[in-house]
């Protein structure tokens, strides 16, 4: 907040930033990281490019395995919440992301808006974010 605002931190601020909002700048690939952090209980993953390489028969001849990068520090029970409530933001019939439902696995999701470039032009982007299926999460998107 100093670096950009020129100035301390306030309660607006911590509240603007808990939902996405005010000067958070993230990448598609920084929310995709951390919706596969929630989707596996809160261990963010390292990222890799490639995961495997195979020979001209299909066989594979090199594999990564998916590694832990950092441990987000946030509660079990409370991980498990916002993951139950992304599964109700897509499966739910009041969720904001109903029509992103799928009839072969249980996505879950998180709707969101950005504000971009100047304020005077109010400039908005819908984002869609989440993770699936709710059991054994093995893809996470943004």
């Not at 919706?35 to 390489?53: C, D, E, F, Y």
């Not at 992304?86 to 799928?102: F, I, K, P, Q």
Request: hydrophobic share 40%; charged share 20%.
């Amino acid at each position: 907040m100093l670096q950009h605002e020129r100035r301390r931190i306030n309660d607006g601020d911590t509240a603007n930033l808990s939902i996405g909002q005010g000067v958070l700048l993230s990448s598609p690939l920084q929310v995709a990281q951390g919706m596969a952090g929630i989707a596996n209980g809160g261990a963010l993953p390292k990222l890799q490019l490639v995961r495997q390489v195979q020979d001209a028969r299909g066989r594979v001849i090199e594999s990564s395995r998916p590694e832990k990068r950092v441990w987000l520090g946030v509660d079990a029970k409370a991980i498990e919440t916002v993951r139950e409530g992304m599964r109700d933001v897509v499966n739910s019939g009041y969720g904001t992301g109903r029509s992103a439902g799928l009839s072969f696995t249980e996505l879950c999701g998180k709707t969101g808006t950005a504000q971009w470039g100047p304020p005077s032009k109010e400039q908005r982007l819908a984002w869609f974010a989440g993770f699936f299926p709710f059991e054994n999460p093995r893809f996470a998107f943004a």
